[in-house]
């Protein structure tokens, strides 16, 4: 069974960075697609962005000009970076890796972070 | 954006009845060139992160039990669960991946009456 292992800090302050790294260590990390997916307390799912193989990216518009996503292939991890934060950020974090026959669908999830911005 | 709407939001089922989901996108999510709907749906228990229970709108999941199937095409989509069990309560969503964002609905949580 595929498992992802993600880490990064939960408690922030408002207008910090966010920052998050998924740990992918199946042994083939270089054929998939990459998605951090959030939902907030009680709430729904958010699509955030992905990275593929390549290191292409695709963000959410609503988040575009403040959400970073990036790959290390040699450490198999991919990171997501939010900038700005307010409360509105509060929420479950998860990382998520593509289907091999789906790519864009996530297959395999990480455990989820609590992120709470609170000053 | 596409725009995922599901109904109901809620529903409370007799164990070992069947459960409908109805998915409803903004646009179609068929890709004519390869033939496929470009839908997905997804359980997630409480506490837990979402598990993908069916791609390509009725294609299931590795290890996921016959009781769910999807079906549909272009716009509208379903989800059935043919014989609720107790550990098929959970929220259930639907996601369009043809276009970035790769939006889902809002969920619809299913409860045992």
């Known amino acids: 069974q595929v498992q992802l292992q993600q880490w990064g800090a939960g408690l922030l302050k408002p207008s910090e960075t966010l920052s998050l790294t998924c740990g992918d260590y199946?042994?083939?990390?270089?054929?998939?697609?990459w998605t951090w997916i959030r939902q907030p307390p009680g709430k729904g799912l958010e699509w955030i962005g992905e990275?593929?193989?390549?290191?292409?990216?695709n963000y959410n518009p609503s988040l575009k000009s403040r959400v970073t996503i990036s790959v290390d292939t040699s450490k198999s991890q991919f990171s997501l970076k939010l900038r700005s934060l307010t409360a509105a950020d509060t929420a479950v974090y998860y990382c998520?890796?593509?289907?091999?026959?789906?790519?864009?669908?996530?297959?395999?999830w990480g455990q989820g972070t609590l992120v709470t911005v609170s000053s | 954006d596409i725009v995922m709407t599901q109904s109901p939001d809620s529903l409370a089922v007799s164990l070992g009845e069947r459960a409908t989901i109805n998915c409803k996108s903004s646009?179609?999510?068929?890709?004519?060139?390869?033939?496929?709907?470009?839908l997905a749906w997804y359980r997630q228990k409480p506490g837990q992160p979402p598990n993908l229970l069916i791609y390509?709108?009725?294609t299931r999941a590795s290890g996921v039990p016959d009781r769910f199937s999807g079906s549909g095409s272009g716009t509208d989509f379903t989800l059935t669960v043919s014989s609720l069990q107790a550990e098929d309560v959970a929220v259930y969503y639907c996601?369009?991946?043809?276009?970035?964002?790769?939006?889902f609905g809002q969920g619809t949580k299913v409860e045992i009456k």
């Open positions: 998520g890796r593509g289907h091999a026959g789906a790519w864009e669908v996530v297959a395999y």
């Open positions: 390509w709108a009725s």
């Open positions: 646009q179609s999510v068929f890709h004519s060139p390869n033939n496929k709907n470009y």
């Open positions: 990275i593929n193989n390549t290191g292409g990216t």
């Open positions: 996601q369009q991946y043809l276009i970035s964002p790769r939006t």
């Open positions: 199946d042994g083939s990390f270089n054929n998939y697609f």
